[in-house]
């Protein structure tokens, strides 16, 4: 069954990206395999029509020009995230305590934090290594479950039952040893990459879950695993990028674009707000033989697709949804509405998507939160505004959403890659 087959490829994807560097390296690969060719920001790009990708630490943007003669008319791009919410390493992490080796660890983004208490956990992330005199990134991964945040015994807090208040600093340092000096996490990392302890000049280093992810084997109707909030768009992206140059439109350049820090606000060189996608649609342009004003056109009739994953209506708390607004697991792509623009969707955005999940034969349905509760966001307004280009905000029905191990339909995931397939080649 197709659907299931995407459901098994996006296990694959979330047990081989354990981070956001790693994520891009999974999408990376697989678009190679498909004929991209990657590309670096200091080189001078091809003008030949091509499938080309490039990557900047955890994002990484990919279009194809090879259906495209001369300058584009316009994009398609569907935005993604790559990262997150975890425990990260701090920069000087070594201390003991009570005859227990701890990692000093600071919460990115916002964890269901109780979610990590009592599991395995694993390492992974980038490493910068001296190299000659300059510097180059490695990655790592290790598996092995090395680290853990117990929690304390019911017998000595009895009040635990009302609740767990958990205080960052003092309860969320993870053990990975005993006794009363303080482990070297640099030469664990200098090891884990193959070189002096001294060479190690950083880290972006973070915490995962050793749970795989997995298709429930009942009915294999539902996915559970970490990080689905939001590599489940990035693996629906890059199965739909691949999908839509099957069937492309021509004049018009398709593009996937997924991005780190969008837990943390998106502003980084790399983030959603940055300049990286801006600067890869100009430089798009140029390789075409176009102009400033050739990109601004195309700029005029482009529209972006924010992916990010949409609150499915939970069993146990349905009133905590929009009573009109109810959002079915496995019940088709989510359009993202908020009148105060914490998504950007607007009516011309909305119509786009419609018409894309028409095309592609799959149910739409609309998410609104609640209008007493706090809305999320999400990396389309921050898209919208630095790119000037209509935009809108859609995701796939979750359970569970920011905590360790996430919930979504099976089903979904065949009609979230044909949606933006279609989107990406507009019939």
Known sequence: MPALTAADGLVDYLNASPSPFHACATTA???????????????????????????RGGSLVAWSTEHTAGAATAYRVVGAHTDSPNLRIKPRPDLARAGWQLLGVE?????????????????????????????????????????????????????????EQLNAQQHLAPHWGLGETPGDFQAYLAHQVGVDTADVLGWDAMTHDLQPARV???????????????????????????????????????????????????????????????????????SLGGDRQDHLRALAGS????????????????????????????????????????????????????LACEQAGVPVQ??????????????????????????????????????????????DQQMYADALAAFLSPA
């Not at 395999?33 to 029509?49: K, N, R």
């Not at 593009?255 to 707000?273: L, N, T, W």
């Open 107 to 163: 919460v990115y983004g916002g964890p269901l934090v109780s979610s990590w208490l009592d599991r395995d956990l694993g390492l992974s992330g980038r490493v910068a290594v001296r190299d000659g005199s300059g510097v180059r990134a490695e990655l790592f991964r290790d598996d092995d479950p090395v680290l853990r945040v117990s929690r304390l015994a019911i017998h000595l807090d009895r009040s635990v039952r009302e609740g």
């Open 303 to 354: 529209v972006v697709a924010s992916g990010d994953m949409a609150h499915g209506t939970h069993p146990h708390y349905a009133d905590r949804h929009e009573p009109q607004h109810q959002i079915a697991v496995n019940g088709g792509p989510v359009l993202k509405i908020n009148a105060n623009l914490r998504y950007a969707t607007d009516s011309m955005g909305a119509a786009a998507f419609r």
């Open 216 to 286: 429930f084997e009942r009915e294999r109707d539902l996915v559970v695993g970490a990080r689905m909030d939001n590599l489940a768009t990035c693996h629906a992206g890059t199965s739909a990028l691949v999908t839509a140059l099957e069937q492309p439109t021509d004049a018009l350049v398709p593009v996937f674009a997924m991005f780190d820090h969008e837990e943390v606000g998106s502003v980084s060189e790399r983030g959603a707000a940055s300049v990286f996608l801006p600067v890869v649609l100009e430089r798009i342009t140029a």
């Open 366 to 411: 609309e998410f609104v939160t609640r209008s007493d509760l706090p809305c999320g966001s999400t990396v389309g307004p921050v898209t919208s505004a630095g790119t000037g280009v209509s935009t809108v905000d859609f995701g796939a029905a979750t359970i569970s959403m920011h905590s360790v191990r996430e919930l979504v339909g099976a089903e």
């Open 29 to 55: 690969a697989r678009l190679t395999t498909a004929g991209f060719v990657q590309l670096h920001e200091s080189d001078t790009w091809p003008t030949e029509p091509g499938r080309y990708l490039v990557v």
